[in-house]
C-alpha cells in the first residue's frame, strides 16, 4: 500500500473505528423483518443478511488470516478473497441475520485484539496480496477500515431506499 504508515493516535483511532462496525450493523438491522433482511439492496447490491455474512467471513477467511500469514511468515503471498464468489457458493440469503451479526462480532473482536496485542516492530512485516501488492501489517487496519467504509455506503443506501418505498404514496 502506498500510505504511510500509522502514528499510534491514527492507528488507536483506525481500531476504534473498527470497533464500532458491529454497532453500526446492529443499529441499521435490528428492526428488519426476515424478508427486509434477504430483499437484494439498490442496484443489485447485497441484501443485509448478505452484508453481515460477507463481512463475517472476510473477517475470519480474509482479514485474521491476513494478520496471522503476516506476523508468522516471511513475506507470504496473500490470496484474495472473493467475496462475491462466496456470497453466491453459501448461499448467504438463507442464513440467519441474528448469526450473521454474532459471527462478524466475534471475529472483529477477535481480529481487533490481535492488532492491539502487536508490538511496535510487527507492525512493519509485510508480504504481497493478490490484487493489492505489498502490504504491511499497519496497512491492514487501513483496509478494514476502507472496507467497512464502502459496506456503511451501501447499507445506508439500502436503508434510506427502504424508508421511500414506506412513506411513498402506493
Not at 89 to 107: H, I
Request: with cysteine; charged share 35%.
Amino acid at each position: 500500500m502506498k500510505d504511510r504508515p500509522l502514528d499510534d493516535a491514527n492507528r488507536e483511532a483506525t481500531l476504534g473505528a473498527l470497533e464500532a462496525m458491529s454497532t453500526f450493523l446492529q443499529e441499521r438491522f435490528a428492526e428488519l423483518s426476515a424478508a427486509e433482511a434477504v430483499a437484494e439492496g439498490p442496484d443489485g447490491t447485497f441484501s443485509p443478511v448478505e452484508h453481515c455474512w460477507h463481512l463475517a467471513d472476510l473477517e475470519r477467511e480474509g482479514f485474521a488470516v491476513r494478520i496471522h500469514r503476516l506476523l508468522e511468515e516471511e513475506e507470504p503471498s496473500l490470496p484474495d478473497f472473493d467475496g462475491a464468489r462466496v456470497a453466491r457458493e453459501r448461499q448467504y440469503r438463507s442464513r440467519s441475520l441474528a448469526e450473521g451479526l454474532a459471527a462478524f462480532r466475534s471475529a472483529r473482536l477477535s481480529n481487533r485484539g490481535r492488532l492491539r496485542s502487536l508490538r511496535a516492530d510487527q507492525w512493519s512485516r509485510a508480504g504481497t496480496q493478490e490484487g493489492v501488492g505489498r502490504v504491511t501489517m499497519d496497512d491492514l487496519p487501513r483496509m478494514m477500515a476502507e472496507h467497512d467504509a464502502a459496506h456503511r455506503l451501501e447499507i445506508d443506501a439500502c436503508v434510506a431506499a427502504k424508508r421511500r418505498r414506506a412513506t411513498s404514496p402506493r
